[in-house]
């Protein structure tokens, strides 16, 4: 069964960007192919995962957020989502209900149909407390 996830950035209700440094150095150690915007990673516990990074249009040195279908459940790419949620203006939403930002403030940056459609976000970066929401999706 397939199952998605996003991390998107906003700022001031509109699409944001972030630096693509950030992605990459999350997510370095562990990259074994990348293929334009689709990245593969492989995690120490055999874990495995993929991600399609979207780019600024305008500048590749942007990203505007990153897609993740079937993501991994090694607590290896959970870490490195968490950091970066802590490094930038982003949220964690999936299917269903339910989105994590890692600080209170980012709410105010979402737009007023995301939280209509998906609800005010949970703040936490706790890894156990956002299995608990997924699940209850």
Same mark, same amino acid.
């Given at each position: 069964?397939?199952? =998605?996830? &996003?991390?998107?950035? /906003?700022? @001031?209700?509109?699409? $944001?960007?972030?630096?693509?440094?950030?992605? %990459? +150095?999350?997510?370095?150690?562990?990259?074994?192919?990348?293929?334009? =915007?689709? &990245?593969?990673?492989? /995690?120490? @516990?055999?874990?495995? $995962?993929?991600?399609?990074?979207?780019?600024? %249009? +305008?500048?590749?040195?942007?990203?505007?957020?990153?897609?993740?279908?079937?993501?991994?459940?090694?607590?290896?790419?959970?870490?490195?989502?968490?950091?970066?949620?802590?490094?930038?203006?982003?949220?964690?939403?999936?299917?269903?209900?339910?989105?994590?930002?890692?600080?209170?403030?980012?709410?105010?940056?979402?737009?007023?149909?995301?939280?209509?459609?998906?609800?005010?976000?949970?703040?936490?970066?706790?890894?156990?407390?956002?299995?608990?929401?997924?699940?209850?999706?």
């Amino acid at each position: 069964m397939s199952w =998605d996830m &996003w991390i998107g950035c /906003f700022k @001031d209700g509109e699409v $944001g960007t972030f630096s693509c440094e950030i992605v %990459e +150095a999350a997510f370095k150690p562990y990259i074994v192919e990348r293929q334009g =915007d689709h &990245w593969e990673f492989e /995690f120490p @516990d055999d874990g495995a $995962g993929q991600a399609t990074v979207h780019y600024d %249009e +305008a500048n590749r040195n942007l990203v505007s957020g990153l897609a993740f279908n079937r993501p991994s459940s090694s607590p290896y790419f959970w870490t490195v989502l968490i950091d970066i949620l802590r490094q930038t203006d982003t949220v964690l939403f999936w299917a269903g209900e339910g989105s994590v930002v890692a600080h209170q403030s980012m709410i105010a940056n979402l737009p007023e149909g995301f939280l209509e459609s998906i609800g005010t976000p949970t703040v936490t970066t706790d890894m156990q407390a956002i299995f608990k929401m997924i699940e209850k999706a």
